[in-house]
């Protein structure tokens, strides 16, 4: 099957920093990425996506930055506020249809 | 806009019992999809629908685990018997469309969590 971490499991940042969530992933084939959002108690929230044709995508205080030849997928939240506080997930698919998902990166924002 | 819905919230069973849960979609979303979260880990998809069809189940364990949307909105998945290992949250997610590049943002449900005891 597909194969898409995370490298860590846990971030704790200060509010008002910037944070940064990395997630790899090992099908070159993947062409479109995705990054989730999942407090306790909800299902995953769309954050932002992007493309294989595209190494840098921003949205409202987030920016996805895709890196094909490594593999590697990083997400952005600029200025970092309590509400950010969740588990990130990143999720893959090459066929548009099966969308394979990382184990998560719990972010904490300490106030 | 209403989100994609969801019930139970919460279901206890025993193992070797049926479970079903439901789910009703965003509406006019075409694509619907049911995984499995287990607890730490990232959702799974078992089964995706487009419209009525079954588009890819390839990772539903189909001895014991059956799901249909038979008019295209409402779909219900359902397991018999159920083993300790399904416990999990059990997520339903709606889309627009599906396939290629852009396949569409999905939207979930706020999910079943099951326990099998």
């Known amino acids: 099957g597909e194969s898409v971490g995370l490298h860590l499991p846990t971030l704790s940042v200060q509010e008002g920093d910037n944070s940064i969530i990395n997630c790899a992933y090992s099908?070159?084939?993947?062409?479109?990425f995705i990054w989730y959002k999942q407090e306790s108690g909800k299902g995953p929230q769309f954050i932002i996506d992007?493309?294989?044709?595209?190494d840098k995508r921003q949205g409202q205080r987030v920016t996805v930055l895709l890196n094909k030849t490594v593999k590697h997928l990083s997400l952005q939240i600029a200025a970092t506020q309590p509400g950010d506080s969740a588990v990130y997930f990143c999720?893959?698919?090459?066929?548009?249809?099966?969308?394979?998902f990382g184990t998560g990166t719990s972010l904490t924002v300490i106030p | 806009e209403a989100g994609v819905a969801q019930s139970p919230r919460y279901k206890i069973i025993e193992k070797r019992q049926s479970v079903a849960f439901w789910c009703n979609p965003i509406?006019?979303?075409?694509?619907l999809y049911w995984y499995q979260q287990i607890l730490g880990q990232g959702p799974k998809l078992l089964i995706q629908?487009?419209?009525?069809?079954?588009?890819?189940d390839s990772q539903l364990p189909k001895d014991r685990f059956s799901a249909e949307r038979l008019k295209g909105v409402d779909s219900t998945l359902k397991i018999q018997p159920a083993k300790l290992e399904d416990s999990a949250v059990y997520l339903c997610?709606?889309?627009?469309?599906?396939?290629?590049?852009?396949?569409?943002?999905?939207?979930f449900g706020p999910g079943t969590r099951l326990t099998v005891t």
């Open positions: 509406s006019g979303h075409a694509t």
């Open positions: 997610a709606s889309s627009l469309t599906s396939g290629g590049a852009w396949a569409g943002e999905q939207y």
């Open positions: 992007i493309r294989s044709n595209m």
């Open positions: 629908f487009q419209n009525n069809g079954v588009v890819d």
């Open positions: 999720a893959e698919t090459h066929t548009g249809n099966q969308f394979y």
């Open positions: 099908n070159s084939a993947s062409d479109y």
